[in-house]
């Protein structure tokens, strides 16, 4: 079914304004960190060495900003801003002493550190951005010697945790709602076309398959089996045309193959399958959905009257699609023996669209027992 509408953005996108204050919370934070130093840098023992400390801290604050710009990019920048604040935050062990550690701020600056917070938990969400607040806070705390029960009168750890919880939450629900938006707007358009259809068919497909039903009882004899097929088609297609259609996710790129072997195959066709969606990429569905139609009609054509039953099973990254009908059977070597005269139709419709897949169709039949399709396809 074509659509006539694109999803929104994809979600991944949906946190793009929170990386973007993000980025501007780690400029006004290298503000803080820069005048801080320029207060305190006399009373560091390693003066030269803390103005080479405050360049880095400059510097990567400028590189750490790349990531709110460049989804590409951010993971790696990200796991490097962890090592590089902690770096730092252990740095200041090489520019002041102990007793002037315990009284101040470590290198640079706690306020400037919380940056490195809201960057993992805006990537991992809440449960890493709280590890990464825990992470610094042990880090300084141990830099200035209050792994004890000072550490409690500080409001840094406090502040970096709940920086990283709320964060996280927001950055998970911003890609949660876009997800949701977008399966909307997929939805929305589905209905839409599945409307259009059903104003174009409605005078034409389904009053033509209505005509050959009734004529086909009228007649009687074969033309009766015409005509049962014709109503069976017909009710499929009203099927399709009121709902039963493909449920795919938001940027389309797979399928529900449940909902299409249903509507495909028509009500008058059993199909078992697990309650949850069997979701495949969206091109595999199309070609097994065409593979299951050819089984099921081939069963027609060869065994008129016959009940015809589909199951789908999806098992550690496999689904497996059987068609079995309770006809007559056939002979097992009838299909290598069509094969070799030339007639490539079921291979051509079934086994070959199986094996570009990457897959497998096996038939299983004896006469007097009925036949089954065995379709088995990767689904990584």
Same mark, same amino acid.
């Given at each position: ?28 934070? =290298? ?83 919380? #940056? ?7 990537? $991992?969400? !809440? ?40 964060? $996280? ?15 909307? =707007?997929?939805?929305? @358009? ?13 005078? #034409?497909? *389904?009053?033509?398959? +209505? ?12 033309? +009766?089996?015409? #005509?049962?097929?014709? /109503? ?62 050819? /089984? ?20 550690? #990254? ?10 007559? $059977? ?13 007639? *490539? ?10 094996? @570009? ?17 065995? *379709?088995?396809?990767?689904? !990584?």
């Amino acid at each position: 079914m074509r659509s006539t509408a694109t999803p929104t953005t994809d979600p991944s996108g949906a946190d793009a304004p929170l990386w973007r204050a993000a980025a501007a919370f780690r400029l006004l934070t =290298v503000i803080y960190a820069v005048g801080f130093h320029l207060v305190v840098h006399e009373q560091y023992d390693a003066e030269l060495w803390s103005h080479v400390l405050a360049a880095v801290v400059v510097f990567w604050s400028g590189v750490s900003v790349v990531a709110a710009v460049t989804p590409a990019v951010r993971p790696a920048i990200v796991v490097a801003d962890q090592l590089v604040t902690l770096g730092l935050i252990v740095s200041t062990v090489a520019v002041a002493d102990p007793d002037w550690r315990r009284e101040h701020q470590v290198l640079p600056t706690t306020i400037w550190v919380a #940056g490195a917070v809201v960057a993992a938990a805006l990537l $991992g969400g !809440p449960r890493v951005g709280v590890a990464s607040a825990l992470t610094m806070t042990v880090a300084i705390a141990l830099v200035r010697g209050t792994l004890d029960a000072d550490l409690w009168r500080d409001s840094t750890g406090p502040i970096l945790v709940s920086v990283g919880l709320a964060l $996280g939450l927001a950055a998970r629900i911003a890609r949660s709602a876009r997800a949701r938006l977008d399966e909307a =707007v997929a939805l929305a @358009a589905a209905t839409a076309e599945r409307e259009r259809l059903a104003r174009e068919v409605h005078d #034409g497909v *389904l009053q033509v398959l +209505a005509l050959v039903n009734r004529r086909g009882r009228e007649l009687g004899g074969p033309a +009766a089996e015409l #005509g049962t097929l014709a /109503a069976e088609q017909e009710r499929a297609l009203r099927d399709l045309l009121s709902g039963s259609v493909s449920r795919v996710t938001g940027d389309g790129s797979r399928t529900d193959l449940t909902a299409d072997v249903r509507a495909a195959v028509g009500p008058t066709v059993t199909v078992a399958a697990p309650s949850d969606p069997v979701t495949v990429a969206a091109d595999v569905g199309r070609e097994v959905v065409a593979a299951v139609v050819a /089984a099921v009609d081939n069963a027609h054509r060869h065994a008129p009257g016959a009940a015809v039953y589909v199951s789908i099973e999806d098992d550690a #990254g496999t689904v497996v699609v059987g068609v079995r009908d309770d006809g007559p $059977g056939v002979d097992p070597e009838r299909l290598a023996a069509a094969r070799t005269e030339g007639r *490539l139709g079921v291979a051509a419709s079934i086994v070959g669209r199986l094996e @570009a897949l990457g897959g497998r169709a096996e038939m299983i039949s004896a006469p007097g027992e009925g036949t089954e399709w065995e *379709l088995t396809v990767p689904n !990584p």
